[in-house]
Each structure stands twice: as C-alpha cells, then as structure tokens.
C-alpha cells in the first residue's frame, strides 16, 4: 500500500546537538511538507516544498532547514537543537493537481524530546 | 496574518449529532479542509470545501461560507469511534497551510 513514512519514531537528543527527520513516501506525490504539533496549537507548517528544485518556508521556518533528495525524499534538519524544539513532527504529501492538493496523507509522526 | 479559530472541546452523545464550527482570517483564499486526528495517530483528511455550500461524505458533512469566513464539520450518528480531534484548515495564495489548533470531541455512551 502506498505510504508515508518517517525515521525515526522517537529520539531524545540534547541541546546543540544537529538531528535530522526523514520522510519518504511511495504514493507518487510532488508535494511535501513538514509540520510539527505543540499541544493545544495544532499543526504550523515548517517547510514545503514541490519539487526537487522548489524549496519553501512555512510559517515556522527558523531553527529548521530541509532537503529535498529525490520526488520521495525529504529531510527536516534542526542545526543545533533547543529545548523548545520539544514537539511531535508530521511530514505529509499532496498532489498538485486541482482540488487534490489540499488532501494531505500524513506520515505516523516523528517524538522529538530536547534535554 | 492567518487566523482560525475553533472550539476547544466539544462533548456529546452516540447517536447524536454534532456542528465543529471554524472562523478563519487569511490573506488569500483557495479552500477550507478538515481532518481528523485520534489521540497518538497522524491528522487524516476527511474533507475539502472551495466553493459555498455543503459537501456531503457519509456520516460527516462540511459547509462553507466564503463570505462570511466559515465553515463547519457536521458528524451524525455519532459513534464511539469519532472521538478524536478535528482541525480546520486553510490553504492561503502561496499555497500555505494554516490549521486551527483543534477540536477535541469527546463522544459519550
């Protein structure tokens, strides 16, 4: 079945250090985002992104970077985490075409604690 | 800036009905969504309005008023399964999303 994936599932990292999230995904879409959800503030939108060449910032954008490696491949990076970086990680895809981009299939989400 | 505002929390009982209302303020417009989100598990879409009107998907339906900057998620019949959190969301003109931070519907037997 076609799917969106994320690596990993959880992580507990210290302050400063560089992680990375992964996202992939086999349902053929161009569309990829990254969100991240905070408890009683719902989902804000990172980064967004495409295709390979396009790269855009979300809402929420500083802190984070993002690659975009392949059409089924993209990668959230924290440079050097901080505590409030503290927050469960969504990636999620979308077609571009008509009505059908603003159906986002999302990814099983990414626990990320900052010590 | 982007806005969207919904209930906290809603309670009801099985077999009820029940209205999640959203209020949004975007610069640009394309569309209001829906999705839902049981406790521990990923945001799945359930719904997308563009034009005025009610869209009807089995037990849940959404209108929207671009008008009035509005829209609701209508849930029949509920069933214990329907607890959960629902979230609007909008897709402003440089095709961000913006969500609302949630509505938790507890749904009682």
């Known amino acids: 079945d076609a799917d969106v994936t994320q690596t990993p599932r959880n992580r507990i990292t210290k302050t400063g250090k560089r992680i990375m999230l992964e996202c992939s995904q086999t349902?053929?879409?161009?569309?990829m985002y990254w969100y991240r959800q905070d408890p009683g503030l719902g989902l804000r939108l990172i980064y967004y992104s495409f295709d390979v060449k396009d790269i855009n910032k979300g809402e929420i954008s500083d802190g984070y970077s993002v690659s975009r490696q392949a059409q089924a491949k993209f990668s959230l990076s924290l440079e050097s985490a901080i505590p409030n970086q503290t927050a469960l990680y969504f990636c999620a895809t979308s077609l571009s075409r008509g009505g059908r981009i603003d159906e986002q299939f999302f990814g099983p989400g990414t626990r990320l604690t900052v010590l | 800036g982007q806005s969207l505002e919904q209930p906290s929390e809603v309670t009801a009982v099985e077999g009820a009905i029940v209205q999640i209302n959203c209020t949004y303020q975007t610069s640009g417009f394309y569309g209001l969504s829906w999705y839902q989100q049981h406790d521990g598990g990923a945001p799945t879409f359930l719904s997308y309005n563009a034009l005025d009107g009610l869209e009807e998907t089995g037990r849940f339906s959404s209108f929207l008023s671009r008008s009035d900057s509005y829209g609701y998620l209508l849930l029949q019949e509920l069933q214990m399964k329907d607890s959960a959190s629902y979230f609007c969301?909008?897709?402003?003109?440089?095709?961000?999303?913006?969500f609302g931070s949630g509505t938790k519907l507890n749904v009682k037997p």
């Open positions: 969301a909008v897709r402003d003109n440089f095709n961000k999303f913006y």
């Open positions: 349902k053929g879409h161009d569309r």
